[in-house]
């Protein structure tokens, strides 16, 4: 099997706080032999149980790579049993350059799972999560937020799964996430994407969309800081209680909960999120972009529920996800 080329400049399996890097061999015309350096922080007490933490993975999601830089600096190997490794800038090219995608491949790291040891930079640092940092796991958190296209309610979220058993695994840890709104979920399209690699691993998986628009809010860092420390808490690695608050219980499952827009235009959203719709009732419309004297097209729910996410630009295109209803559970 050909190896992957990424190496560790730290250790995995030493007791203590480690920072140090991922280093990609990326050689280029400013670099001949130069590397890629994603930075990566392994905290470390005794053989008790592994989370994996990433933010980054689109590399205009800001919640997950501020709060794992503060856990970074603060997480001390005394309050834990087990180790904790995180990574801020899953994506590190795309994170520099503040785009969805890397700017080397135009690889969107999300669907390049399973990923190649001997592919483009993205393929290399997917098989390289693929075949050693996902089996050192026992629970995998990967902290989304909308990016510059889309925005959300502050959402912890679990897949519908084929095995119920590992499916209440995941959902139990969402819900000890403890995000306002906690979300059952199935994806659009869930080829690729880091979330199948880790769940046909047989790992526990949380994901989240805290925000969007390409920026952080306080209240939107504040929850994944509150999160990640649930999380830990919920794992059994970190010491302490968890910081618990009412969170709405969301089921965003099947076709009716997305909107898509098939024309170009001027984007009028009607509703905004966390508000309550009826099924019919108009959420958005498209207004021309060359002319006055002509109509806005209605865009209208295709199910009751509350209005979960958001196309967020001014402008919108044919094709883009305008809208993204959840049906409230219980
Ligand atoms: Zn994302």
């Not at 199948?196 to 939107?220: C, P, W």
């Not at 076709?255 to 958005?284: I, M």
Request: with cysteine; proline share 7%; aromatic share 6%.
């Amino acid at each position: 099997m050909q190896e992957n080329p990424i190496k560790p400049t730290i250790p995995f399996d030493k007791d203590g706080v480690h920072h140090g890097f991922l280093r990609l061999p990326y050689s280029r015309d400013d670099s001949a032999w130069g590397c890629i350096m994603i930075p990566i922080c392994v905290i470390r007490n005794g053989d008790g149980p592994t989370a994996l933490l990433t933010g980054g993975n689109h590399g205009d999601e800001y919640e997950g790579p501020i709060a794992l830089q503060n856990l970074a600096v603060s997480l001390k190997p005394s309050d834990i049993n087990g180790r904790v490794i995180i990574v801020p800038a899953f994506n590190y090219p795309a994170f520099r350059s503040a785009t969805r995608t890397s700017p080397i491949d135009k690889c969107n790291l999300n669907r390049t799972f399973p990923g190649k040891p001997d592919g483009t930079a993205t393929e290399k640092i997917a098989d390289y999560f693929q075949n050693t940092l996902i089996p050192l796991a026992h629970i995998v958190l990967d902290i989304h937020s909308g990016g510059k296209s889309l925005d959300f309610i502050p959402f912890a979220a679990a897949h519908v799964l084929p095995d119920k058993t590992q499916e209440a695994t995941c959902a139990a840890a969402m819900r000890a996430f403890n995000a306002p709104y906690s979300a059952m979920l199935e994806e659009i399209d869930s080829v690729g994407m880091y979330d199948t690699a880790v769940e046909q691993q047989g790992k526990t998986f949380v994901s989240t969309e805290l925000n969007g628009g390409g920026s952080a809010t306080a209240r939107s860092i504040a929850i994944a800081k509150k999160g990640i420390r649930n999380i830990l808490i919920h794992a059994e690695i970190l010491i302490g209680e968890p910081e618990t608050a009412p969170s709405v219980n969301l089921d965003i499952t099947g076709d009716n909960c997305f909107l898509f827009s098939e024309h170009d235009g001027l984007f009028e959203p009607l509703t905004d999120l966390g508000t309550t719709v009826e099924e019919g009732q108009l959420v958005a419309q498209v207004w021309p972009l060359d002319r006055t004297g002509v109509n806005p097209v209605e865009y209208r729910a295709r199910q009751s529920g509350i209005v979960a996410g958001r196309h967020f630009p001014g402008l919108i295109k044919i094709g883009d996800c305008m809208s993204v209803i959840g049906r409230i559970e219980g």
